[in-house]
């Protein structure tokens, strides 16, 4: 399958694809219902697909529990990934432990510390990445290619097989075969992410309402999945990114 026609592929397409055509995958995951479909087809495609997922250190407690039932169901190689401790003990030194809530500029150093440095770590080493991303979430991601170089992570591909799904297609694919969600949803919360940053929505809501809500109409990102500029590069707003990015090269299946 062409990448021409990869735009117009079923996400189950789209997955074995990118298991064919790269050696390194990674599927990266937050344990939220788009992931969840994506780790069922994946384990349909491929033996112990390797899962990457990020432990901030701020987590709920019921994410954890979930993503160990998860790997009790799947067979997943899991690996979760960390902050540096220098770069989290400087952080917290200087701002202290609830910095996000002063403002954009503290939340965004506080989610690259967390989240944005340790992926960026880790995904130079592999080809493509596998992300849950869906176009309808958010005004930001509307343009959502499903397979793409990604300038942010080195030029690696990165892959976004329910770019086009409805909220609803993701459940209904959960529903019918018969897989867990993350318990939080029954609590009203429609997107999950840290503790501390994340509440249940009210009915009428966007999705990511719930996400840094007191920042009330902000673009609801954490840079992990940065908007490009007009030369087609991840504009990272001026947030510190500690990995050099660029220069992480593709190996191709032959
Ligand atoms: Fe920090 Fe909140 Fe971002 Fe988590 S979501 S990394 S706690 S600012």
């Not at 995958?25 to 697909?49: K, N, R, T, W, Y």
């Not at 701002?95 to 130079?124: D, I, W, Y």
């Not at 609590?187 to 007191?214: F, N, V």
Request: charged share 25%; hydrophobic share 35%; proline share 6%.
């Amino acid at each position: 399958m062409s990448i021409v026609d990869l735009r117009h592929g079923s996400a189950e397409e789209v997955l074995s694809w990118t298991y064919k055509r790269f050696r390194r995958v990674a599927l990266v995951a937050s344990f939220q219902a788009e992931s969840m479909v994506l780790i069922d087809m994946a384990c349909g495609v491929v033996e112990e697909p390797e899962v990457l997922t990020l432990d901030t250190g701020r987590l709920h407690e019921e994410t954890h529990d979930f993503i160990d039932r998860v790997r009790m169901r799947y067979p997943i190689r899991l690996r979760i990934l960390s902050p540096d401790a220098g770069e989290l003990d400087a952080m917290t030194g200087e701002h202290g432990t609830m910095q996000f809530r002063r403002s954009v500029a503290l939340r965004n150093e506080c989610c690259a510390v967390r989240k944005v440095n340790p992926l960026a770590r880790a995904l130079l080493d592999y080809d493509a990445w596998i992300t849950g991303l869906r176009r309808e979430q958010t005004p930001t991601r509307a343009e959502t290619p499903v397979v793409a170089g990604d300038p942010g992570h080195g030029g690696i591909t990165k892959v976004v097989p329910l770019a086009r799904w409805s909220r609803a297609q993701v459940w209904d694919y959960l529903r019918a075969h018969r897989i867990d969600h993350h318990p939080l949803y029954d609590h009203g919360y429609t997107s999950i992410g840290c503790a501390p940053c994340t509440r249940a929505t009210e009915p009428g809501q966007s999705e990511r309402a719930g996400r840094w809500w007191w920042e009330g109409d902000s673009d609801k990102e954490c840079l992990l999945h940065p908007p490009l500029d007009a030369d087609g590069q991840a504009s990272l707003r001026g947030v510190r990114v500690s990995v050099p990015l660029g220069g992480a090269r593709s190996t191709l299946r032959p």
